[in-house]
């Protein structure tokens, strides 16, 4: 089945279709009976990006609530057997790369190794120093220095006063600059403390992404879609899950999608 044929059998079964629109931000979009797929999409993701969106639609037939709650595994494979969604993931990480999170895991590994590396020049200094703990002797230095704003924001603008002074701009990274006497210790311990928030800010993504991924809804069109670019692979990696759905399908239960996946 090609692009223009799906389009039109969807619209047979009353499904609005948009394609040029930026579908909110995303590859494609599902709402009250309408898929948007976005204009940005290369032509290749086009049609995989339409199954997974009519995957959200068969759903949504079961699950009315499905936008809000995400779905149930319970109504979509009737059974709760915990195989079914660590099957599933894998089809996602294989239909989806990004869900790995690939990226964020090694940027998060790298702000790590630098808070190791700015916990140790500490500890040169300050061999009792503890994270976990208050820096006392780093907290009596920074009360009088313009460098405490540097906790709180990696780069800022400090204004000169009530006489027209010009303003002071200090950075993270040009802290020995902006402060030349201030010890390395103390440097080291404002960057450490600004790579700490960003792992928290890094780890917080990878939560959220894995949060998304992992809802029954997105499981199981990431599912379908799969079935559509590679079944026998996908049947290889969710032996128990295709069972299920493959029963399931054979008795109706998924209504149209028929149409699309073959029945076994």
Request: hydrophobic share 35%; proline share 5%; glycine share 4%.
């Amino acid at each position: 089945m090609d692009k223009k044929s799906f389009v039109k059998y969807l619209r047979t079964l009353g499904i609005e279709v948009h394609t040029t629109t930026k579908a909110r931000g995303h590859h494609g979009f599902f709402c009250n009976n309408r898929i948007d797929i976005s204009k940005n999409l290369p032509e290749h993701k086009i049609l995989p990006t339409m199954i997974h969106e009519f995957a959200h639609y068969i759903h949504y037939k079961l699950e009315p609530d499905m936008p809000k709650t995400g779905g149930t595994f319970e109504v979509l494979f009737k059974s709760d057997n915990p195989i079914i969604p660590a099957e599933l993931f894998k089809v996602t990480n294989f239909v989806d790369e990004n869900s790995l999170c690939i990226r964020l895991v090694e940027h998060r590994e790298r702000v790590h190794d630098k808070i190791v590396e700015y916990d140790r020049i500490i500890k040169k200094y300050y061999p009792k120093f503890l994270r976990s703990k208050k820096f006392k002797e780093f907290d009596k230095y920074i009360k009088h220095s313009d460098a405490k704003y540097l906790l709180k924001y990696d780069r800022v603008k400090v204004m000169g006063g009530f006489f027209g002074l010009t303003p002071k701009i200090y950075t993270i990274n040009t802290i020995e600059q902006c402060f030349p006497d201030m010890p390395e210790a103390f440097a080291s311990y404002i960057r450490m403390k600004s790579c700490i928030k960003k792992q928290a800010r890094i780890t917080a993504r990878i939560n959220r992404l894995n949060k998304y991924y992992r809802r029954p809804t997105e499981l199981f069109a990431r599912f379908v879609e799969g079935l559509y670019m590679d079944r026998e692979w996908v049947e290889a990696i969710a032996p128990f899950t295709c069972e299920k759905f493959f029963n399931l399908l054979d008795e109706g239960y998924y209504g149209n999608l028929e149409d699309i996946i073959p029945k076994y």
